[in-house]
């Protein structure tokens, strides 16, 4: 079962999200469906709250395999920073660079309750620090100067709004 993804401006975004402090069957199903509903989506990476699960719990899929994060916190990051591209399924039709540190440190736990760590650079860190920072209700947008914040915003809204009016018309299926 795919999840429905919570868009811009759902307040829940904003929300600090809550650590786990107990790695239940409810956990491992929740982390299930997102990475479902990430595959179904073609996202690098999803975080609970864009379910609408103020959990500390994300899913970066940007390796050979999944990883499932629960508590991730990132210990060490590299003092510079790089631009790169990102997107966001929270904020879909818009994208925009990103400063972020080229590489990671991050510590969580497995869902088998076992801490894990991992030392990424890259793409990789890239979406860990994005997803985490979903945990804390910050947006990539967020990192961006007002002025450009403003003109992805509007950017959005005119997507959202040309989107709403293709679905209006696609049951019509009479030759114009
Ligand atoms: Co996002």
Redesign the pocket.
């Known amino acids: 079962m795919t999840l429905e993804i919570r868009k811009y401006p759902d307040p829940i975004l904003r929300r600090k999200a809550r650590e786990i402090e107990k790695i239940d069957d409810a956990t491992r199903e929740l982390a299930h469906q997102m990475v479902e509903t990430l595959v179904a989506r073609r996202g690098y990476?999803l975080?609970a709250p864009?379910v609408g699960v103020l959990k500390r719990l994300i899913i970066v899929d940007v390796e050979d395999d999944f990883h499932i994060l629960v508590n991730p916190r990132i210990l060490e990051e590299s003092e510079e920073r790089v631009l790169g591209i990102e997107g966001?399924?929270?904020i879909p039709g818009v994208e925009a660079e990103v400063e972020r540190a080229p590489s990671v440190r991050v510590s969580a736990l497995n869902l088998d309750g076992e801490p894990v760590e991992l030392e990424r650079s890259e793409l990789v860190a890239r979406v860990l620090q994005?997803e985490i920072d979903?945990l804390d209700g910050v947006l990539?947008i967020d990192h961006l100067s007002d002025a450009k914040r403003l003109m992805l915003l509007k950017e959005y809204e005119r997507k959202k709004k040309g989107r709403r009016k293709e679905r209006a018309y696609k049951p019509v299926s009479m030759p114009l």
């Open positions: 990476g975080a864009q966001c399924l929270s994005h979903h990539f």
